[in-house]
């Protein structure tokens, strides 16, 4: 019996058919690209905190191997994770903690939520880098602060995000917007009382604490405001722990 290929029956029975193909094919791709996917995120992470530590600028990093970094990271960053108290959580891997995903699970509880900090030794210079995370205007942002031996000055920091307007939010990728957070001092704490950092506008009424906010950028502004102000205050109180 000839196939009538014109038949609505053939036509439903074909795009079944390819569907379900097509999904089999790509479900198989995803489940083999899976782990090359995985290494290329923790590359960029381990870059993200060598860069904020100041072992070289996040475009010098990007163009090394993944196993030079990789050994460039295990030799010189070890790690810890915290609770809002401050107190050390045994048996968690810092590096495996999305903080992503983390501030996503626990946005209107930070208080059980988990902390991470990469102690880096770069050469004779120890730094603490402190990984955050926030909402900007269409998606998360996050970013690594790296304070110094004195746990309490920004010596270095990088910031990413999913999906910030090119041109505006988009910025606090830029230099000139992370170089405002070394080009002069900026600490966490004024004497013994917790400060956080801010983004502002309309000039900066705490230049220790603030730096000024994207122009056109408002809502990615504020996220990132609101994730340095709060990002520092639970490892404040774990210094005397990791010392």
């Known amino acids: 019996m000839a196939i009538n290929k014109n038949s609505t029956g053939y036509t439903i029975t074909f795009s079944v058919v390819l569907v379900c193909i097509c999904g089999a094919l790509l479900a198989f791709l995803a489940t083999q690209l899976k782990p090359f996917q995985n290494a290329n995120i923790a590359n960029e ?6 860069s904020a530590a100041g072992f070289a600028s996040l475009d010098s990093l990007k163009k090394l191997q ?5 050994k460039m990271f295990s030799e010189s960053v070890t790690s810890n994770v915290y609770d809002f108290e401050g107190s050390p959580i045994q048996g968690e891997d810092a590096f495996l903690i999305d903080i992503v995903k983390e501030f996503k699970a626990t946005k209107n509880e930070p208080k ?6 990469f102690t880096c030794v770069n050469e004779s210079d120890t730094s603490y880098v402190i990984p955050m995370a926030g909402n900007g205007l269409w998606g998360p942002v996050w970013g690594f602060a790296a304070l110094g031996s ?16 090119p041109g505006l939010g988009a910025k606090i990728t830029d230099q000139s917007f992370v170089d405002m957070f070394t080009s002069t001092t900026k600490t966490v704490m004024k004497g013994d009382k917790y400060m956080g950092l801010k983004v502002v506008k309309g000039g900066l009424k705490e230049p220790n604490h ?20 709060s990002a520092f205050k639970p490892y404040m109180k774990a210094w005397d722990k990791i010392k």
Do not use: C, W
């Open 45 to 50: 992470k381990r870059q993200f905190i060598l």
């Open 66 to 70: 993944k196993s030079d970094i990789e």
């Open 112 to 117: 059980i939520r988990r902390y991470p900090v």
């Open 150 to 165: 004195d746990q309490n000055t920004i010596t270095g920091i990088v910031f990413d995000h999913k999906s910030e307007t």
């Open 210 to 229: 603030e730096v000024d906010a994207i122009a056109g950028a408002t809502i990615t502004s504020n996220g990132v405001s609101a994730m340095l102000k």
